[in-house]
Protein backbone atom coordinates (compact mmCIF):
# COMPACT_ATOMS: atom_id res chain seq x y z
CA UNK A 1 0.00 0.00 0.00
CA UNK A 2 1.60 3.40 -0.75
CA UNK A 3 1.88 5.87 1.98
CA UNK A 4 -0.11 8.92 -0.50
CA UNK A 5 -1.45 10.90 2.68
CA UNK A 6 -4.88 9.47 3.67
CA UNK A 7 -6.44 8.93 7.04
CA UNK A 8 -8.10 6.07 8.79
CA UNK A 9 -11.12 5.87 11.33
CA UNK A 10 -11.46 2.61 12.78
CA UNK A 11 -14.87 1.79 15.06
CA UNK A 12 -13.76 -1.69 16.90
CA UNK A 13 -15.77 -3.36 19.00
CA UNK A 14 -13.10 -3.60 22.02
CA UNK A 15 -9.59 -3.17 20.39
CA UNK A 16 -10.29 -5.85 17.84
CA UNK A 17 -8.33 -5.96 14.87
CA UNK A 18 -6.48 -3.02 15.60
CA UNK A 19 -2.76 -4.59 15.76
CA UNK A 20 -3.54 -6.37 12.20
CA UNK A 21 -4.80 -2.72 11.04
CA UNK A 22 -1.81 -1.18 12.32
CA UNK A 23 0.49 -3.68 10.68
CA UNK A 24 -1.19 -3.56 7.40
CA UNK A 25 -1.04 0.09 6.95
CA UNK A 26 1.79 1.95 5.92
CA UNK A 27 4.27 3.26 9.07
CA UNK A 28 2.69 6.65 10.13
CA UNK A 29 -0.75 6.57 8.51
CA UNK A 30 -2.74 8.65 10.88
CA UNK A 31 -5.35 5.92 12.26
CA UNK A 32 -8.36 7.39 14.49
CA UNK A 33 -9.84 4.57 16.43
CA UNK A 34 -13.09 4.94 18.98
CA UNK A 35 -15.33 1.71 20.49
CA UNK A 36 -17.89 0.41 18.04
CA UNK A 37 -20.48 1.54 20.90
CA UNK A 38 -19.05 5.45 20.43
CA UNK A 39 -19.20 5.49 17.21
CA UNK A 40 -22.88 4.05 16.96
CA UNK A 41 -24.06 6.84 19.68
CA UNK A 42 -22.23 9.43 17.86
CA UNK A 43 -24.29 8.78 14.73
CA UNK A 44 -23.65 11.11 12.07
CA UNK A 45 -20.30 12.22 13.64
CA UNK A 46 -18.40 9.15 11.85
CA UNK A 47 -15.47 10.99 11.20
CA UNK A 48 -16.35 12.41 7.77
CA UNK A 49 -12.24 13.51 6.93
CA UNK A 50 -11.11 10.05 6.63
CA UNK A 51 -10.16 8.43 3.73
CA UNK A 52 -11.22 4.83 4.70
CA UNK A 53 -13.64 3.34 7.33
CA UNK A 54 -12.69 -0.03 9.28
CA UNK A 55 -15.57 -1.31 11.42
CA UNK A 56 -14.43 -4.31 13.49
CA UNK A 57 -16.52 -6.34 15.04
CA UNK A 58 -17.28 -10.27 16.74
CA UNK A 59 -20.69 -10.07 18.25
CA UNK A 60 -22.41 -6.67 18.31
CA UNK A 61 -23.45 -6.87 14.36
CA UNK A 62 -26.51 -4.57 14.67
CA UNK A 63 -24.01 -1.58 16.16
CA UNK A 64 -21.51 -2.50 13.03
CA UNK A 65 -24.35 -2.38 11.29
CA UNK A 66 -25.46 1.30 12.53
CA UNK A 67 -22.08 2.53 12.00
CA UNK A 68 -21.61 1.29 8.49
CA UNK A 69 -25.18 2.87 7.25
CA UNK A 70 -23.94 6.11 9.05
CA UNK A 71 -20.85 5.91 7.32
CA UNK A 72 -22.28 5.35 3.69
CA UNK A 73 -25.19 7.93 4.35
CA UNK A 74 -22.07 10.46 4.74
CA UNK A 75 -20.04 10.03 2.27
CA UNK A 76 -21.02 6.92 -0.81
CA UNK A 77 -17.29 7.98 -2.32
CA UNK A 78 -15.03 6.58 0.77
CA UNK A 79 -14.54 2.32 0.90
CA UNK A 80 -15.86 0.72 4.30
CA UNK A 81 -13.80 -2.47 4.91
CA UNK A 82 -15.30 -4.85 7.95
CA UNK A 83 -13.39 -6.94 9.43
CA UNK A 84 -15.44 -9.70 11.87
CA UNK A 85 -14.80 -12.64 13.93
CA UNK A 86 -16.78 -15.27 14.86
CA UNK A 87 -20.01 -16.98 13.53
CA UNK A 88 -21.25 -14.04 10.38
CA UNK A 89 -25.16 -15.38 11.00
CA UNK A 90 -26.33 -13.77 8.33
CA UNK A 91 -24.24 -10.46 8.78
CA UNK A 92 -22.02 -10.34 6.16
CA UNK A 93 -24.92 -10.23 3.39
CA UNK A 94 -26.79 -7.51 5.41
CA UNK A 95 -23.28 -5.21 5.53
CA UNK A 96 -22.67 -5.86 2.02
CA UNK A 97 -26.59 -4.25 1.85
CA UNK A 98 -25.91 -1.25 4.45
CA UNK A 99 -22.47 -0.30 1.84
CA UNK A 100 -19.44 -2.49 3.07
CA UNK A 101 -17.38 -2.79 -0.37
CA UNK A 102 -15.53 -5.77 1.77
CA UNK A 103 -15.79 -8.06 4.67
CA UNK A 104 -12.02 -9.66 6.02
CA UNK A 105 -12.18 -12.70 8.57
CA UNK A 106 -9.75 -12.27 11.54
CA UNK A 107 -7.48 -13.27 12.24
CA UNK A 108 -5.66 -12.24 9.12
CA UNK A 109 -2.07 -11.70 8.14
CA UNK A 110 -0.39 -8.35 7.83
CA UNK A 111 -0.27 -9.00 3.73
CA UNK A 112 -3.49 -10.24 3.53
CA UNK A 113 -5.27 -7.04 5.54
CA UNK A 114 -3.05 -5.07 3.34
CA UNK A 115 -3.76 -6.01 0.08
CA UNK A 116 -7.82 -5.91 1.14
CA UNK A 117 -7.75 -2.25 2.19
CA UNK A 118 -5.67 -1.46 -0.66
CA UNK A 119 -8.18 -3.19 -3.05
CA UNK A 120 -11.18 -1.03 -1.48
CA UNK A 121 -9.58 1.93 -1.90
CA UNK A 122 -8.41 1.45 -5.41
CA UNK A 123 -11.98 0.08 -6.23
CA UNK A 124 -13.90 3.25 -5.18
CA UNK A 125 -11.55 5.98 -5.86
CA UNK A 126 -9.12 4.58 -8.96
CA UNK A 127 -5.82 3.85 -7.74
CA UNK A 128 -4.67 7.78 -8.14
CA UNK A 129 -3.70 9.51 -5.36
CA UNK A 130 -6.70 10.28 -2.65
CA UNK A 131 -8.49 13.41 -2.99
CA UNK A 132 -10.23 14.74 -0.01
CA UNK A 133 -13.43 15.51 -0.14
CA UNK A 134 -14.91 18.14 1.80
CA UNK A 135 -18.82 18.29 4.23
CA UNK A 136 -21.60 19.75 2.17
CA UNK A 137 -24.53 20.86 3.93
CA UNK A 138 -27.68 21.50 2.76
CA UNK A 139 -30.19 23.66 4.57
CA UNK A 140 -33.37 23.13 4.09
CA UNK A 141 -36.66 25.15 5.42
CA UNK A 142 -40.48 24.27 4.60
CA UNK A 143 -41.08 27.83 4.61
CA UNK A 144 -40.49 30.92 3.16
CA UNK A 145 -39.18 33.03 6.45
CA UNK A 146 -38.41 30.21 8.62
CA UNK A 147 -34.37 31.51 8.92
CA UNK A 148 -32.70 29.72 5.99
CA UNK A 149 -30.75 32.37 4.49
CA UNK A 150 -29.97 33.99 8.41
CA UNK A 151 -28.87 30.25 9.20
CA UNK A 152 -26.56 28.88 6.18
CA UNK A 153 -24.84 32.31 5.66
CA UNK A 154 -24.28 32.96 9.57
CA UNK A 155 -22.69 29.38 8.90
CA UNK A 156 -20.76 29.71 6.51
CA UNK A 157 -19.11 32.92 8.02
CA UNK A 158 -18.55 31.23 11.50
CA UNK A 159 -17.07 28.51 9.76
CA UNK A 160 -14.51 30.75 7.92
CA UNK A 161 -13.99 32.94 11.29
CA UNK A 162 -13.40 29.28 12.43
CA UNK A 163 -10.27 28.78 9.76
CA UNK A 164 -12.28 26.91 8.06
CA UNK A 165 -12.79 27.37 4.02
CA UNK A 166 -16.68 27.70 2.97
CA UNK A 167 -18.20 28.43 -0.03
CA UNK A 168 -22.28 28.83 0.28
CA UNK A 169 -24.28 28.58 -2.84
CA UNK A 170 -27.65 30.12 -2.93
CA UNK A 171 -30.00 27.51 -4.66
CA UNK A 172 -32.86 30.05 -4.47
CA UNK A 173 -32.65 30.67 -7.52
CA UNK A 174 -35.40 32.80 -8.23
CA UNK A 175 -35.70 35.03 -5.22
CA UNK A 176 -32.31 34.14 -3.30
CA UNK A 177 -30.53 37.14 -0.87
CA UNK A 178 -27.55 35.65 0.21
CA UNK A 179 -25.98 38.50 -1.26
CA UNK A 180 -28.06 40.82 0.71
CA UNK A 181 -27.51 38.81 3.49
CA UNK A 182 -23.59 38.70 3.05
CA UNK A 183 -23.75 42.28 1.95
CA UNK A 184 -21.78 41.16 -1.10
CA UNK A 185 -22.48 43.02 -4.54
CA UNK A 186 -23.85 40.86 -6.97
CA UNK A 187 -20.96 41.39 -9.31
CA UNK A 188 -21.23 37.69 -10.99
CA UNK A 189 -23.77 35.33 -9.89
CA UNK A 190 -24.43 31.73 -11.01
CA UNK A 191 -26.32 32.17 -14.00
CA UNK A 192 -22.79 34.07 -15.44
CA UNK A 193 -21.38 30.78 -14.55
CA UNK A 194 -24.06 28.54 -16.51
CA UNK A 195 -24.08 30.81 -19.61
CA UNK A 196 -20.24 31.41 -19.38
CA UNK A 197 -19.63 27.82 -22.17
CA UNK A 198 -16.90 25.73 -22.28
CA UNK A 199 -16.18 22.94 -19.34
CA UNK A 200 -16.35 23.23 -15.75
CA UNK A 201 -13.26 23.38 -13.43
CA UNK A 202 -12.17 24.32 -10.10
CA UNK A 203 -10.70 27.64 -11.51
CA UNK A 204 -13.03 28.59 -13.88
CA UNK A 205 -15.65 28.27 -11.00
CA UNK A 206 -13.41 30.26 -8.69
CA UNK A 207 -14.01 33.00 -10.80
CA UNK A 208 -17.40 33.27 -10.58
CA UNK A 209 -17.71 33.01 -6.53
CA UNK A 210 -17.89 36.62 -4.63
CA UNK A 211 -15.55 36.91 -1.46
CA UNK A 212 -16.73 37.95 1.68
CA UNK A 213 -14.18 39.78 4.75
CA UNK A 214 -14.52 36.60 6.68
CA UNK A 215 -12.77 34.53 3.80
CA UNK A 216 -16.19 33.02 3.35
CA UNK A 217 -17.33 33.10 -0.86
CA UNK A 218 -20.64 32.79 -2.10
CA UNK A 219 -21.76 31.28 -5.75
CA UNK A 220 -24.87 33.91 -5.64
CA UNK A 221 -28.38 33.36 -6.93
CA UNK A 222 -29.12 34.80 -10.25
CA UNK A 223 -30.55 38.69 -10.39
CA UNK A 224 -33.12 38.25 -12.35
CA UNK A 225 -35.82 35.19 -11.56
CA UNK A 226 -35.89 34.37 -15.61
CA UNK A 227 -32.61 33.54 -15.57
CA UNK A 228 -32.89 30.52 -12.84
CA UNK A 229 -34.37 28.56 -16.04
CA UNK A 230 -31.01 27.85 -17.71
CA UNK A 231 -29.64 26.25 -14.21
CA UNK A 232 -30.07 22.62 -14.67
CA UNK A 233 -29.14 19.85 -12.14
CA UNK A 234 -26.48 18.26 -14.45
CA UNK A 235 -24.81 21.54 -14.21
CA UNK A 236 -25.28 21.69 -10.20
CA UNK A 237 -23.93 18.59 -9.57
CA UNK A 238 -21.14 18.79 -11.60
CA UNK A 239 -20.64 22.63 -9.50
CA UNK A 240 -21.04 20.92 -6.09
CA UNK A 241 -18.85 17.69 -6.84
CA UNK A 242 -15.86 20.20 -7.83
CA UNK A 243 -17.11 22.68 -5.00
CA UNK A 244 -16.77 19.52 -2.28
CA UNK A 245 -12.92 18.96 -4.28
CA UNK A 246 -11.48 22.22 -3.18
CA UNK A 247 -13.53 23.47 0.55
CA UNK A 248 -13.49 22.01 3.48
CA UNK A 249 -17.49 23.23 3.81
CA UNK A 250 -19.79 23.69 0.99
CA UNK A 251 -22.66 25.06 2.56
CA UNK A 252 -26.09 25.16 -0.09
CA UNK A 253 -29.33 27.53 0.78
CA UNK A 254 -32.62 26.52 -0.73
CA UNK A 255 -35.88 28.14 -1.46
CA UNK A 256 -38.95 26.68 0.60
CA UNK A 257 -39.35 23.42 -1.87
CA UNK A 258 -38.24 20.24 -2.94
CA UNK A 259 -37.75 21.57 -6.16
CA UNK A 260 -35.54 19.57 -8.61
CA UNK A 261 -32.48 21.26 -7.64
CA UNK A 262 -32.92 21.04 -4.41
CA UNK A 263 -32.88 17.20 -4.48
CA UNK A 264 -29.90 17.53 -6.68
CA UNK A 265 -28.30 18.92 -3.90
CA UNK A 266 -29.84 16.60 -0.93
CA UNK A 267 -28.11 13.79 -2.95
CA UNK A 268 -24.47 15.74 -2.98
CA UNK A 269 -24.58 16.53 0.84
CA UNK A 270 -23.15 14.94 3.57
CA UNK A 271 -25.11 16.37 5.87
CA UNK A 272 -28.42 18.13 6.15
CA UNK A 273 -29.24 21.01 8.30
CA UNK A 274 -33.52 21.78 8.86
CA UNK A 275 -34.53 25.04 10.02
CA UNK A 276 -38.02 25.38 11.27
CA UNK A 277 -39.96 27.53 13.41
CA UNK A 278 -41.51 27.50 16.70
CA UNK A 279 -45.32 27.74 15.79
CA UNK A 280 -47.80 24.56 14.48
CA UNK A 281 -47.75 25.42 10.68
CA UNK A 282 -44.04 25.69 10.14
CA UNK A 283 -43.57 22.61 12.75
CA UNK A 284 -46.16 20.52 10.64
CA UNK A 285 -44.20 21.08 7.37
CA UNK A 286 -40.89 20.41 8.94
CA UNK A 287 -42.09 17.05 9.88
CA UNK A 288 -43.03 16.46 6.34
CA UNK A 289 -40.05 17.45 4.94
CA UNK A 290 -37.90 15.28 7.82
CA UNK A 291 -40.50 12.50 6.92
CA UNK A 292 -39.26 13.05 2.98
CA UNK A 293 -35.46 13.32 3.57
CA UNK A 294 -35.99 9.71 5.40
CA UNK A 295 -38.11 8.47 2.50
CA UNK A 296 -35.37 9.95 0.60
CA UNK A 297 -33.08 7.23 1.96
CA UNK A 298 -31.32 10.22 3.88
CA UNK A 299 -30.04 9.02 7.34
CA UNK A 300 -31.82 11.10 9.97
CA UNK A 301 -28.25 11.16 12.06
CA UNK A 302 -26.82 13.25 9.11
CA UNK A 303 -29.78 15.90 9.56
CA UNK A 304 -29.21 18.45 12.28
CA UNK A 305 -32.41 20.43 13.45
CA UNK A 306 -32.26 23.76 14.05
CA UNK A 307 -35.72 25.16 15.67
CA UNK A 308 -35.78 29.36 15.40
CA UNK A 309 -38.16 31.39 17.46
CA UNK A 310 -37.34 29.01 19.52
CA UNK A 311 -38.87 31.53 22.52
CA UNK A 312 -41.73 32.31 21.07
CA UNK A 313 -44.48 31.85 23.22
CA UNK A 314 -46.87 30.27 21.23
CA UNK A 315 -48.45 27.80 23.59
CA UNK A 316 -46.15 24.92 22.41
CA UNK A 317 -43.82 23.23 25.31
CA UNK A 318 -40.11 21.58 24.18
CA UNK A 319 -41.91 17.99 24.93
CA UNK A 320 -44.44 18.81 22.33
CA UNK A 321 -41.90 19.64 20.10
CA UNK A 322 -40.39 16.58 20.71
CA UNK A 323 -43.13 14.35 20.26
CA UNK A 324 -44.76 16.22 17.06
CA UNK A 325 -40.79 15.61 15.14
CA UNK A 326 -40.05 12.58 16.41
CA UNK A 327 -36.86 14.40 17.74
CA UNK A 328 -35.71 16.90 20.41
CA UNK A 329 -34.20 19.93 18.18
CA UNK A 330 -30.15 20.16 18.43
CA UNK A 331 -29.35 23.84 18.26
CA UNK A 332 -32.33 26.66 19.51
CA UNK A 333 -32.30 30.31 17.94
CA UNK A 334 -34.03 32.65 19.74
CA UNK A 335 -35.97 35.53 17.87
CA UNK A 336 -33.48 38.45 18.14
CA UNK A 337 -34.40 41.62 17.27
CA UNK A 338 -30.20 41.88 16.79
CA UNK A 339 -30.82 39.70 13.25
CA UNK A 340 -32.97 41.87 11.94
CA UNK A 341 -30.72 44.78 12.59
CA UNK A 342 -27.35 43.02 11.32
CA UNK A 343 -29.11 42.36 8.07
CA UNK A 344 -30.12 45.83 7.93
CA UNK A 345 -26.50 46.21 7.22
CA UNK A 346 -25.65 43.76 5.28
CA UNK A 347 -23.57 41.63 8.10
CA UNK A 348 -23.96 38.09 9.41
CA UNK A 349 -24.67 38.67 13.18
CA UNK A 350 -21.57 36.59 13.74
CA UNK A 351 -19.68 39.26 12.91
CA UNK A 352 -22.28 42.53 13.86
CA UNK A 353 -23.50 41.27 16.80
CA UNK A 354 -21.14 38.11 18.02
CA UNK A 355 -22.20 38.19 22.25
CA UNK A 356 -25.21 38.20 21.23
CA UNK A 357 -27.65 35.20 21.99
CA UNK A 358 -28.46 34.27 18.44
CA UNK A 359 -24.99 34.59 17.31
CA UNK A 360 -23.98 32.22 19.57
CA UNK A 361 -26.17 29.33 18.15
CA UNK A 362 -25.16 29.95 15.13
CA UNK A 363 -21.30 29.54 16.05
CA UNK A 364 -22.29 26.33 18.61
CA UNK A 365 -24.05 24.85 15.18
CA UNK A 366 -20.91 26.01 13.54
CA UNK A 367 -19.17 23.82 16.23
CA UNK A 368 -21.25 20.84 15.91
CA UNK A 369 -20.22 20.90 12.18
CA UNK A 370 -16.56 21.29 13.29
CA UNK A 371 -16.92 17.61 15.25
CA UNK A 372 -18.96 16.14 12.99
CA UNK A 373 -16.73 16.18 10.14
CA UNK A 374 -13.47 15.78 12.74
CA UNK A 375 -11.62 18.90 12.30
CA UNK A 376 -12.07 20.91 16.12
CA UNK A 377 -8.64 20.50 15.88
CA UNK A 378 -8.18 23.54 13.41
CA UNK A 379 -10.95 25.87 14.79
CA UNK A 380 -8.84 29.19 15.30
CA UNK A 381 -7.98 30.77 18.98
CA UNK A 382 -11.14 32.49 20.57
CA UNK A 383 -8.81 35.55 20.93
CA UNK A 384 -7.95 35.30 16.52
CA UNK A 385 -11.89 35.20 15.55
CA UNK A 386 -12.44 38.40 18.26
CA UNK A 387 -9.37 40.11 16.63
CA UNK A 388 -11.16 39.41 13.08
CA UNK A 389 -14.34 39.70 13.58
CA UNK A 390 -13.65 43.70 15.34
CA UNK A 391 -11.74 44.16 12.54
CA UNK A 392 -14.49 42.71 9.70
CA UNK A 393 -16.94 45.00 11.98
CA UNK A 394 -14.76 48.03 10.95
CA UNK A 395 -14.38 47.36 7.92
CA UNK A 396 -18.32 46.17 7.25
N1 LIG B 1 -34.42 34.30 15.28
C1 LIG B 1 -34.86 35.38 14.62
N2 LIG B 1 -35.16 36.51 15.29
C2 LIG B 1 -35.60 37.60 14.63
N3 LIG B 1 -35.78 37.67 13.31
C3 LIG B 1 -35.48 36.59 12.58
C4 LIG B 1 -35.01 35.39 13.18
N4 LIG B 1 -34.80 34.48 12.21
C5 LIG B 1 -35.13 35.05 11.06
N5 LIG B 1 -35.54 36.33 11.25
C6 LIG B 1 -36.02 37.27 10.25
O1 LIG B 1 -36.94 36.59 9.44
C7 LIG B 1 -36.78 36.93 8.08
C8 LIG B 1 -36.68 35.68 7.25
O2 LIG B 1 -35.44 35.01 7.50
P1 LIG B 1 -34.71 34.26 6.30
O3 LIG B 1 -33.46 33.67 6.84
O4 LIG B 1 -34.61 35.13 5.12
O5 LIG B 1 -35.78 33.09 6.03
P2 LIG B 1 -35.83 32.07 4.80
O6 LIG B 1 -34.51 32.10 4.12
O7 LIG B 1 -36.14 30.76 5.44
O8 LIG B 1 -36.94 32.52 3.91
C9 LIG B 1 -35.58 37.84 7.98
O9 LIG B 1 -36.01 39.14 7.78
C10 LIG B 1 -34.90 37.73 9.34
O10 LIG B 1 -34.41 38.96 9.76
MG1 LIG C 1 -34.07 32.48 2.12
Known amino acids: MNSAGFSVYAALEGSLGLDAIRDALPVGTPVRTVSLAEAG ?9 ADLVIVGCSHSHDQALDVISAATAQRTDRPIVVLYQGSPNGFLERAFEAGADDLVALPQ ?24 EGAMIAVLGPKGGTGKTVTSSNLAVALALAGESAVLVDLDLQFGDVGLALGLRPTK ?5 AVSGGSLDGDKIEG ?5 PSGARALLAPLRPDHAAVIGTAFLREVFAILRSRYDFVLVDTPPAFTAEVIAAVDASSHICVVGML ?10 GLETLEQMGYDSRAVTLVLNRADSDVGITPSDVEELLGRAPDVLVGSD ?27 MLAERYLVATGR ?21
Not at 126 to 131: D, E, L, Q
Not at 208 to 212: D, G
Open 279 to 288: DALSLKDTKI
Open 109 to 132: SAGQLGFALEKAMARRRGSGPTVS
Open 208 to 212: FLVEH
Open 189 to 193: TIHDL
Open 376 to 396: PAKAAAPNDNERRRRSLRKAG
Open 41 to 49: RAGSEVQHG
Open 337 to 363: RAIPRALTKGQPIVVAEPRSKAARSYT
